[in-house]
């Protein structure tokens, strides 16, 4: 079936060392989203990129969609202790249930002030 | 009001209980979900409604019973739950959108409900 790797599973930083984590998959994303989710919490969007080789950035963070629209990346810099959390990517596939989205399984962040 | 609101917070239930979670948004959106998520696992999705009607259930046992009395709310109804199911449950709702590229798709997360089952 369609499946949205993601990796790392875990993460650990110093405060103030730049974090990535990546999604891949292998059929054509439609769109791909970013929630952060903090523990204890839910997830909370972050952004959605839906053009080949899209870059949009939100003040510390960089989200990428490859130009095949497989694969995508999240870039953190200069981490802070407010960045701690389970990032999760998750795609729409073309032709699929305009309501389903593939969760990757999510990258664990801690951050070590 | 921008938020996905649930109630409870918190719930424990035993095996022969019913009972019911609840899920309010005043957004507009026109499709509801239900996810569960296990503890360091990413969310699964259960059901999801468009305009009020069941559009996917995945193969849910039919111990869950989902629930959209008109498109400000949806319920998941519980009963003869095992303790396999002991999750966080998630409601989230998207706006109903002609165009895929907007966020019209967008999924916003309520809170959750915790669920225990004894």
């Known amino acids: 079936g369609q499946q949205v790797m993601q990796i790392p599973q875990y993460q650990h930083v110093q405060e103030g060392e730049d974090f990535t984590t990546y999604c891949n998959s292998s059929t054509t994303l439609s769109n791909i989203q970013w929630y952060k989710q903090r523990p204890g919490g839910h997830p909370v969007f972050l952004i959605q990129l839906v053009k080949s080789g899209e870059v949009k950035k939100q003040k510390r963070l960089t989200f990428q969609f490859g130009e095949a629209k497989k694969n995508s990346s999240l870039h953190i810099t200069a981490t802070q202790t407010t960045d701690v959390g389970t990032y999760f990517c998750?795609?729409?596939?073309?032709?699929?249930?305009?309501?389903?989205?593939?969760f990757g399984k999510g990258t664990l962040l801690t951050v070590n002030p | 009001d921008t938020e996905v609101t649930q109630t409870p917070k918190h719930l424990v239930m035993g095996m022969t209980n019913k009972k019911s979670l609840k899920c309010e948004q005043h957004m507009g959106h026109r499709a509801m979900y239900w996810y569960k998520q296990k503890a360091k696992k990413p969310p699964e999705l259960m059901f999801v409604y468009s305009y009020e009607k069941l559009s996917i259930n995945e193969s849910v046992p039919s111990r869950f019973s989902p629930e959209c009395p008109n498109s400000s709310l949806l319920n998941l109804h519980l009963h003869a739950l095992q303790p396999e199911d002991s999750a966080l449950y998630l409601c989230?709702?998207?706006?109903?959108?002609?165009?895929?590229?907007?966020?019209?798709?967008?999924?916003?997360f309520g809170p959750g409900t915790r669920l225990t089952v004894l």
């Open positions: 989230a709702s998207s706006f109903q959108g002609g165009e895929t590229g907007g966020t019209s798709r967008v999924q916003f």
């Open positions: 998750a795609g729409r596939y073309s032709g699929g249930s305009n309501y389903k989205l593939t």
